[in-house]
Nanobody, 118 residues
Framework: QLQLVESGGGLVQPGGSLTLSCATS????????VGWFRQAPGKEREAISC????????YYADSVKGRFTISRDNSRNTVYLQMTSLKPEDTSVYLC???????????WGQGTQVTVSS
């Protein structure tokens, strides 16, 4: 069972930046596509970004395109989400998901809270 741990959330002012991390200490993330999702109270879970396991191609939702950057460091078994120009509407719990390419097994972290407020 792959265990994912998100970190890096917190309180930030509008226009500020945060970098989230999604890490595992058990297995390599090399063969997993990893995505970042967010879910605010009363709202549906939203896929905001993902990075492939093969060619590191990336996807961004329109709501974060140009402001967020996803990257991975397989040597550290970590995927990052760099968030800039944060807005109050980015306030949410951010969760990472890893999908194993060969088996399609799917794992979720517990989430980290991001609050954008002055």
């Amino acid at each position: 069972q792959l265990q994912l741990v998100e970190s890096g959330g917190g309180l930030v002012q509008p226009g500020g930046s945060l970098t989230l991390s999604c890490a595992t200490s058990q297995y390599t993330l090399e063969y997993y596509a990893v995505g970042w999702f967010r879910q605010a109270p009363g709202k549906e879970r939203e896929a905001i970004s993902c990075i492939s396991s093969t060619d590191e191609s990336t996807y961004y939702a329109d709501s974060v395109k140009g402001r967020f950057t996803i990257s991975r460091d397989n040597s550290r078994n970590t995927v990052y989400l760099q968030m800039t120009s944060l807005k109050p509407e980015d306030t949410s719990v951010y969760l990472c998901n890893a999908e194993h390419g060969p088996t399609s097994q799917n794992y979720w972290g517990q989430g980290t809270q991001v609050t954008v407020s002055s």
